[in-house]
């Protein structure tokens, strides 16, 4: 693989790129949460438009009369304008097309590695198209009048895409990620990380399944009342919330290896940093959930930390895989 035969300032160009579409991405993981949290999902009742306008109204005096039974004859009953509500999907939505625009600057960016490593090429190329299916999925969500499956699955596709982009740029970097030390890695650490990885993406399933039976819980409250909702909680959130425990000292373990065995200034141990700080926000994040009321917006940076964690995981995996001097994922 002639990865020398590459130009430096384009290869430093899909990296930027790619590295901020995976921020993008992030970005708008939070901004779907805080519009699921808020109850904001149906503030635009229908897509690509906003209440028939390609900018929404700021006041229902701009919509028509009967606007309310235009909408109920399309399958969308109570839908009544809330400028704030509106604005917000609407923000969500933009947030949403600017991704489209960056993956595609970083898959026509990533051209330069067709003739030297195709994968990566075709990485940052397949993550352009699930955009492009993810945009669709996004009108199914509110043709489906935010049913939880089509949004924890809108979700899970998001996930999936930082999952390409993070590979695409890590193998872009392979000569750098291989030159890691990681000698004192053991067969040990590799398969507590791959459990880590695996019981995050476990709590990340009962996660959407507490986040539906909230969803449910907050249209039986009308979105108010949130130091109620708790009473209403089913079991698989005690058992989501014992299970963070069991990520915490399985990642601890993991940072407490990578600090004895690396560098102040490897990667390793930055990410390892990265990683035990997003745990504990994400729990912090949870406990308020759980002992102040449900607040409104601790449910969307405890999704976001949910999703950068597994990132984080995913991208000390490559990291360790090219080190030991892997090539192939």
């Excluded at 919509?63 to 839908?79: D, F, V």
């Excluded at 890695?185 to 539906?212: C, D, N, S």
Aim: include cysteine; charged fraction near 10%.
């Amino acid at each position: 693989m002639k990865i020398n035969m590459i130009n430096p300032a384009a290869a430093a160009r899909f990296r930027r790129l790619g590295t901020l579409t995976i921020f993008a991405v992030y970005f708008v993981i939070l901004v779907g949460g805080i519009v699921r949290a808020s109850g904001a999902g149906m503030g635009c009742p229908d897509w690509p438009t906003c209440f028939g306008q390609w900018v929404p109204p700021t006041d229902e005096s701009q919509l028509p009369a009967n606007y309310h039974q235009i909408y109920a004859a399309r399958g969308y009953e109570s839908t009544t304008f809330n400028p704030v509500k509106t604005w917000t999907e609407y923000a969500n939505r933009l947030v949403g097309v600017s991704i489209g625009f960056l993956i595609f600057l970083t898959a026509w960016s990533s051209r330069i590695y067709f003739k030297t490593d195709k994968t990566t090429f075709y990485l940052a190329l397949s993550s352009f198209f699930l955009v492009g299916f993810q945009g669709w999925l996004g009108s199914a969500v509110v043709a489906s009048n935010l049913k939880p499956f089509m949004i924890t699955l809108h979700m899970l596709v998001a996930l999936f895409i930082v999952a390409l982009l993070i590979y695409a740029i890590s193998r872009s970097q392979k000569p750098l990620l291989s030159a890691l030390n990681a000698n004192w890695v053991t067969p040990r650490f590799r398969l507590v990380l791959k459990i880590a990885m695996g019981i995050t993406l476990i709590q990340v399933a009962m996660g959407t399944q507490v986040r539906e039976a909230v969803d449910f819980i907050a249209h039986q409250h009308s979105y108010i009342d949130r130091e109620y909702w708790r009473d209403s909680f089913p079991l698989i959130f005690y058992v989501h919330r014992s299970f963070s425990s069991i990520i915490l000292f399985t990642n601890l373990w993991l940072a407490w290896k990578i600090f004895k065995n690396v560098d102040n200034n490897s990667l390793l141990l930055k990410v390892a940093y990265a990683l035990m700080g997003l745990i504990v926000t994400a729990i912090l994040a949870g406990v308020s959930l759980d002992r102040l009321g449900f607040p409104a917006f601790a449910q969307p940076v405890h999704l976001l930390m949910a999703n950068l964690i597994f990132g984080a995981q995913f991208f000390l995996f490559i990291c360790l895989h090219y080190a030991t001097g892997k090539t192939h994922l």
